[in-house]
């Protein structure tokens, strides 16, 4: 992926820096939509993945909607080209100003998680002279077989309308007046590689959309929500989007004529990134060598956060493998990209990219220990 020029241009800058291949995006975005649109598919774009300006701009222009989970992130991607109607606004905390503002911009719909919220909303409209349009986020309760921190659609979690509790939200919408149904919506969790766990998302979808059919709230729209991962070993690989589109093409009912949407957030952006950033020290442990970066968890919290795996590489060197622990320069013990990675021999100055970065990388930048929050360099530039 980085030929020589690159190498070169990255290596003049000072680091640490997001670097984005645009073409690599491209290429993801193109085979992404193509394959939906092949089955009928709606792809809206997770935007909490990656907010970069320059990024959203080239997603918005392959034609997909936006879901977002804060109402700046709805004003965001609508500054940066995603059409209103196309938006939708999920999340377990919209505060009652977040609701007004979507509601006077006109998004799409809200993906309402609780009984308390449908009711706050229903309220906030009728105040406005407004009608809401409402998607129910259901916990289908399937378990996703990913990071225990990145599941979310189990009864464990604090997302979505339980199905048990879907009766009593059913006979309140009855009753009110500021919100129109458009149908549902599921999100199970991230970083999901056993594509088997959306099988099971499609027959428990099957037998809801029947519940709901029976009781005269047939879904118009029927979100499926995101969560299909990424190869984190091999970057260069594309995430398996027809096979995962296909899943559905096959287990959804097909006497189900809802418009079917999904959210895609890691799988169109997390290969196109990779954190620059150069070696500080190399320095001899008891048991290990630490190489010390000058980019930290600061930049990349992933593998702070949840034991994420990186692939790192050092464009640098060409020497003889070594076995190196990869830490940055924060005070905390979890500031480690990896323990005991295999490497070129490293020195002080080589040129290091932390691979797959593009995703939940730069939006999860903080400022702790007063680190400068880090920049972005694109391939086109
Ligand atoms: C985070 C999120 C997504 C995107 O998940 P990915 O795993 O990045 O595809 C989609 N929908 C909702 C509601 C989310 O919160």
Redesign the pocket.
């Known amino acids: 992926m980085f030929t020589r020029e690159t190498k070169e241009k990255l290596g003049s800058r000072e680091t640490p820096f997001y670097y984005y291949d645009l073409e690599m995006l491209k290429e993801t975005l193109s085979v992404a939509s193509g394959e939906a649109a092949n089955r009928g598919y709606n792809v809206h774009y ?1 935007v ?2 990656n907010f970069n300006p320059v990024i959203m701009r080239i997603i918005a222009g392959y034609g997909l909607g936006a ?1 977002c ?1 804060s109402c700046n992130e709805v004003e965001h991607a609508i500054a940066c080209g995603f059409p209103p109607h196309e938006t939708v606004f ?1 999340g377990v905390g919209k505060s009652d100003r977040e609701i007004e503002t979507a509601l006077k911009i006109g998004i799409k719909c809200f ?1 309402v998680e609780s009984a308390e919220e449908l009711e706050v909303i229903d309220s906030i409209a009728g105040r406005m002279g407004k009608k809401a349009s409402v998607a129910l986020r259901i916990n289908p309760n399937v378990e996703a077989h990913t990071i225990r921190h990145i599941t979310t659609g189990t009864d464990e979690n604090k997302f979505g309308i339980r199905i048990t509790e879907l009766d009593a939200v059913l006979e309140l919408m009855k009753e009110m007046e500021n919100v129109h149904y458009r149908g549902i919506h599921f ?1 199970i969790g ?2 999901i590689t056993d594509l088997h766990v959306f099988r099971n998302l499609c027959t428990r979808i099957n037998e809801l959309w029947q519940w709901l059919t029976d009781r005269g709230f047939e879904p118009e729209d029927i979100n499926v ?4 991962g990424v190869n984190y070993d091999d970057p260069d690989q594309f995430p398996p989007f027809a096979d995962y589109f296909d899943i559905f093409k096959n287990h959804l009912d097909s006497n189900i004529h809802s418009t079917i949407s999904f ?5 169109l952006t997390a290969n196109c990134g990779s954190l620059i950033t150069k070696v500080l020290y190399v320095k001899p442990g008891a048991s290990e060598t630490f190489v010390i970066l000058d980019a930290g968890m600061t930049e990349l919290m992933r593998p702070a956060l949840y034991h994420a795996y990186h692939r790192i590489e050092n464009l640098t060197s060409e020497g003889p493998e070594k076995k190196y622990t990869v830490v940055g320069p924060i005070c905390e013990s979890t500031d480690t990209f990896g323990k005991f990675i295999a490497l070129p021999e490293t020195r002080r100055g080589d040129l290091i990219a932390i691979r797959s970065a593009g ?1 939940y990388g730069e939006v999860m930048a903080s400022r702790y220990n007063m680190r400068s929050l880090p920049e972005s360099l694109f391939s086109e530039e």
Do not use: I
């Open positions: 997770a909490k993945a879901d989970v999920a993906n999100h991230s970083q929500g995101g969560g299909l959210e895609l957030g890691r799988s995703a």
